[in-house]
């Protein structure tokens, strides 16, 4: 082998350089991730940072890709992420007969027992190809908002739509960008008022930074996390960095959006009643600069007992949705 390696490098000098020097560098990668992994809370998974997985990343990352592209690239990063996730589900043995005549003895999920419950926006990304590749399964939503004109507000929690059985089922909660945590522990919250196990939870997400992670194992260290990438950290506005940008209006099509509890009359309060005397409540309308085939909230809103605030945003714990 040194024989070799002596006499590549005497005939091939140039080239082993340049090659020597990609092989140092990936190795160095590698290290650096090996050592990264090392550093987060027990209980996460982070996908292989291969060439494959990194391709993927670049195209997410570039601010330039259309959103074509970037829905493209996001199933397909989805796709990765959630065959990882669902290597931590509860399988059960299963023995079939092959065409040849012969017993295999494999295993066996069922769909049923999985609940997908998606933190809207950038959940349903997931939960649209889990149920692709589980259509069996039982579904879920939550939506948390964060006001716009004062942070101090924090992230509120204005749906939680869970089948009754939940607490019988596997979930896997879906997020698309995890930064500060913060909408991932109410999430979770929501999912413990409803007496789920911690451990009977899969958290799968495409990008986290490593401050989310931590902040959502301090408050539930028993469940399982599944990421496509760690990234470096937070930035001065708490986003995750370096990033996906704002994922629901990337992936969706949309602008910035955001609600407003408006009258059908211009100021005046509303005379009209529901049949019981009791004055109609003013309508809460979702306005948004296009149009998009995202979770129309609108319909969902009234629902909610929480209040509605004028002129919310709701971009969930910064660039999560």
Same mark, same amino acid.
């Given at each position: 082998?040194?024989?070799?390696?002596?006499?590549?490098?005497?005939?091939?000098?140039h080239?082993?350089?340049?090659?020597? &020097?990609?092989?140092?560098?990936?190795?160095?990668?590698?290290?650096?991730?090996?050592t990264?992994?090392?550093?987060?809370?027990?209980?996460?998974? *982070?996908?292989?940072?291969?060439?494959?997985?990194?391709?993927?990343?670049?195209?997410?990352?570039?601010?330039?890709?259309?959103?074509?592209?970037?829905?493209?690239?996001?199933?397909?990063?989805?796709?990765?992420?959630?065959?990882?996730?669902?290597?931590?589900?509860?399988?059960?043995?299963?023995? *079939?007969?092959?065409?040849?005549?012969?017993?295999f003895?494999?295993?066996?999920?069922d769909?049923?027992?999985?609940?997908?419950?998606?933190?809207?926006?950038?959940?349903?990304?997931?939960?649209?190809?889990?149920?692709?590749?589980?259509?069996? &399964?039982?579904?879920?939503?939550?939506?948390?908002?964060?006001?716009?004109?004062?942070?101090?507000?924090?992230?509120?929690?204005?749906?939680c739509?869970?089948?009754?059985?939940?607490?019988?089922?596997?979930?896997?909660?879906?997020?698309?960008?995890?930064?500060?945590?913060?909408?991932? *522990?109410?999430a979770?919250?929501?999912?413990?008022?409803?007496?789920?196990?911690?451990?009977?939870?899969?958290?799968?997400?495409?990008?986290?930074?490593?401050?989310?992670?931590? *902040?959502?194992?301090?408050?539930?260290p028993?469940?399982?996390?599944?990421?496509?990438?760690?990234?470096?950290?937070?930035?001065?506005?708490?986003? &995750? &960095?370096?990033?996906?940008?704002?994922?629901?209006?990337?992936?969706?099509?949309?602008?910035?959006?955001?609600?407003?509890?408006?009258?059908?009359?211009?100021?005046?309060?509303?005379?009209?009643?529901?049949?019981?005397?009791?004055?109609?409540?003013?309508?809460?309308?979702?306005?948004r600069?296009?149009?998009?085939?995202?979770?129309?909230?609108?319909?969902?809103?009234?629902?909610?007992?929480?209040?509605?605030?004028?002129?919310?945003?709701?971009?969930n714990?910064?660039?999560?949705?």
């Amino acid at each position: 082998n040194n024989d070799n390696n002596i006499n590549s490098s005497q005939h091939h000098h140039h080239h082993n350089n340049n090659s020597s &020097s990609s092989s140092s560098g990936s190795s160095l990668k590698d290290e650096l991730q090996r050592t990264f992994v090392k550093q987060l809370p027990p209980g996460v998974s *982070v996908l292989p940072q291969n060439n494959s997985v990194v391709a993927l990343q670049t195209v997410l990352r570039d601010a330039q890709t259309d959103t074509e592209e970037f829905v493209f690239h996001t199933d397909r990063f989805c796709q990765m992420v959630l065959a990882e996730t669902l290597h931590h589900l509860p399988y059960r043995a299963l023995t *079939v007969q092959t065409p040849t005549d012969t017993p295999f003895v494999g295993v066996d999920l069922d769909p049923s027992r999985i609940c997908a419950v998606s933190i809207v926006r950038g959940g349903d990304a997931l939960k649209n190809q889990l149920l692709e590749m589980m259509p069996e &399964s039982v579904v879920g939503e939550i939506i948390i908002a964060q006001s716009g004109s004062d942070k101090a507000i924090g992230p509120r929690l204005y749906y939680c739509k869970l089948p009754k059985n939940v607490h019988k089922t596997t979930v896997i909660v879906m997020d698309a960008v995890i930064s500060t945590g913060n909408n991932v *522990v109410m999430a979770l919250q929501a999912l413990k008022d409803h007496h789920v196990q911690q451990r009977n939870i899969v958290l799968s997400c495409l990008i986290a930074s490593p401050q989310g992670l931590r *902040v959502i194992k301090r408050s539930f260290p028993d469940i399982r996390i599944v990421c496509g990438a760690i990234d470096a950290g937070l930035d001065g506005n708490m986003f &995750s &960095s370096p990033g996906l940008g704002a994922f629901g209006d990337r992936y969706f099509g949309t602008d910035d959006y955001e609600f407003e509890a408006k009258s059908e009359e211009s100021s005046a309060p509303s005379t009209s009643s529901g049949g019981n005397g009791v004055p109609a409540q003013s309508p809460t309308s979702l306005t948004r600069r296009q149009s998009s085939s995202a979770f129309d909230l609108s319909t969902q809103l009234p629902e909610i007992e929480a209040p509605v605030i004028g002129n919310l945003r709701p971009r969930n714990d910064n660039n999560d949705q």
